[in-house]
């Protein structure tokens, strides 16, 4: 055999180990995934099914889903009973798109299923962009069970906290718009950049901010601009016109959270120039630069040597930095989800800067996201399976049940995820138009159960109102009907 031959027979052993490689990663990838998939979602299912899931935020979104089903423009209730519209708080008309599928499946548990489902997807740009630049399915792969491992993607797919957040879903879209724009499939790009603009009021600026990493990147300074200048309109929109609009008070009802820097968008731009020392001091506190920490660490801090993808995750850390509400700053909760695409996607560009490294680079951050995993919401589960079947869940589900639909409900917020599929909905101890009351007097939401059970017995000994259930902690109560003369 000639040397030729011998090269020519190595190219193709090597190209067949390859093409070998490349079809393992993306079975195991798939494999890890559907894994993914079904783990969550039964934590979510898991978590419905043992009364844990509040009011918010998945009960509100039910409840807008509802009432627009029923002809009331994405309506909800506020805790003291009040009829508002949601455009007023948050600007995610993907509830619209998300109502149809209630006609198939009219159950609150579908929210938290899809976002379980749609999350786990994400980790198929993740890994079509790290086998493309960094060269190899196995760093592919490696890249990403880190995006699945990640804390900040366990509790954007499982939020314990609140079950179900429009914004969750931005967290595939934005890396599945990345993934297009870095291809340079524009149709499909916009596609999915459309939809993320839908799931909240700064994720077009986000999605815009592609823009300016695109023009640069690839030298599409037009589409860029274009791009950039969407997201920015869209953004300022929203908060300019959308939710001052419809705000029962004219102005964005989280902008308390922004006083020490202005409160609103306008405040804010005085404050920038009249004291921007403000600004300093609202986000540099230990809490928060722990948030920053754990936010990039995982990854290495890969995505620092990519700035201009990472520009897209500034506006949801200028969000959750200035505000002065610490579960913004929090790891366990939704805020999280405007940022992970852009942690994630830029430490794969990051990690392609060290030419030849690929491979080695995307192993430690594997091992180092895999090293802080156990910072999950799956640690619930333990608890939720002793839960089932408990005769405090019995309780839950016997009282649920003597609430008809429809019926005006004030309900305490564990028991609300269960009960918002109605027009009127008020949060115990609200009750307003409501003609029936359900208590959990053990209710973690609240501060104290004493107060709530002062507040039971008040209802209990007013003639206006029948006890019809009680056990475990657990009171209905009915009003009676008003006899007319």
Known sequence: MSSLDGVSAGWRNR?????????VALRVVYAGVAAY????VFAAVLHYSVYETARPDLGNMVQAIWSTLHGHLLEATTPSGRQVSRLGFHVDPLLLLLAPLFWIWSNPVLLPVIQALAVASGALPVFW????????????????????LYPATQFSAFTATSSFHSVAIAVPLVLYAI????EDRLVAFSAVALLAFTTKEEIPLAVGCLGIWYAVRKGRHLAGIGIFTAGLAATLFDFLWVIPH???????????????????????AHKLFSDPAAFVHAVATGHKGFYLAFLLVPFLGLSLLEPLLLLGAVPDLAINLLSSQPDQTSIPFHWTAGIVPFVVAASIFGAARFKGRGRSLSLWVLAATAAVAIYSPLYTLKGGVEALGSPEAAAKAHA?????????????NALGGHLSARRYFATFPYVGRSTWIIVDVNDPTYRASAGLRQDVSR?????????????HGIDVLRKRPVIRQ
Do not use: C
């Open 15 to 23: 190209l067949r180990v390859d093409e070998r490689e490349a079809a």
């Open 37 to 40: 998939a079904v783990l969550f």
């Open 129 to 148: 962009l790290a086998r493309k630049h960094l060269d190899s399915p196995r760093a592919g792969a490696h890249f990403a069970f880190a995006y699945l």
């Open 179 to 182: 993934w297009f724009l870095d």
């Open 246 to 268: 419809f705000s029962t008070t004219g102005v964005d009802p989280f902008a308390h959270r922004y006083a020490a820097v202005g409160g609103t968008p306008q405040g804010m």
């Open 400 to 412: 649920l049940g003597l609430i008809p639909e429809g019926a005006p409900v004030s309900a305490t």
């Open 459 to 471: 209802y209990e000994s007013d003639n206006g109102w029948r006890s019809v259930f009680s056990s």
